[in-house]
């Protein structure tokens, strides 16, 4: 089955500690995303990535690092800096950025908790 | 400053009626609006869409309208369900990024 996996579904960490939430996808889709969910508010944009091994700041990348090495993962490091880390994190695809029918496909989330 | 507004957080509709979810943007480039549908601890799942160059666009008991002058769109659910009741998302399309709104959460009462 095609589909978005994020693993795991619920993570916990200390204060300080850096942790990275997994996203992989086996659509074949260019464009990957990760998003911010807080109670009671949209989605936020973090980083973006159209294509291997190049990605772009979101509305709220500060605190945050990606990487895409491949076209099947787009890994999210939330590091020490993120001041409010605990929130739900959604990771998404579509079949291309920079065309006008944008798409995404969703993952079931993880939600992060720092202690 | 918020570019899609869901100025609802709540609705509340008998199984049966209408449901009627609003969204408003302010960036008259947006060319493609989409709503998805988000159970809790779930990731937002497709619903429908419309491009700007259209007004109203159907499938099955869901019509999205779409009212370029006033920068307005609605999703018009048609009976109601109780497998309606999540929260529903507008997002518009500028070509590169999907920008949402904060969502209106729907309760169909039995």
């Known amino acids: 089955d095609g589909g978005i996996t994020q693993s795991p579904k619920y993570l916990f960490r200390k204060e300080g500690q850096n942790v990275t939430l997994s996203c992989e996808q086996n659509l074949n889709h260019d464009a990957m995303y990760w998003y911010r969910q807080d109670p009671g508010q949209g989605l936020r944009l973090i980083y973006y990535s159209q294509i291997v091994n190049d990605f772009q700041k979101g509305d709220i990348a500060e605190g945050y690092s990606v990487s895409r090495e491949k076209k099947e993962s787009f890994p999210l490091t939330v590091t020490s800096a993120q001041k409010n880390p605990t929130a739900f994190y959604l990771c998404?695809?579509?079949?291309?950025?920079?065309?006008?029918?944008?798409?995404?496909?969703f993952g079931p989330g993880t939600r992060l908790t720092v202690l | 400053d918020q570019q899609v507004k869901q100025n609802s957080p709540s609705l509340s509709v008998q199984e049966g009626r209408i449901s009627i979810l609003n969204c408003d943007y302010t960036n008259s480039m947006f060319d493609y609006f989409l709503w998805y549908k988000k159970y809790p601890a779930e990731g937002p799942t497709f619903l429908i869409s419309i491009s700007s160059i259209k007004d109203k666009n159907e499938d099955g008991r869901f019509t999205v309208f779409l009212n370029k002058s006033a920068k307005h769109l609605s999703l018009h659910i048609v009976p109601s369900q109780p497998g309606d009741s999540a929260v529903y998302f507008c997002?518009?399309?500028?070509?590169?990024?999907?920008?949402w709104g904060a969502g209106t959460k729907l309760i169909i009462k039995p």
């Open positions: 998404a695809s579509s079949i291309a950025s920079g065309s006008s029918y944008n798409e995404q496909f």
């Open positions: 997002a518009a399309s500028d070509g590169y990024q999907l920008i």
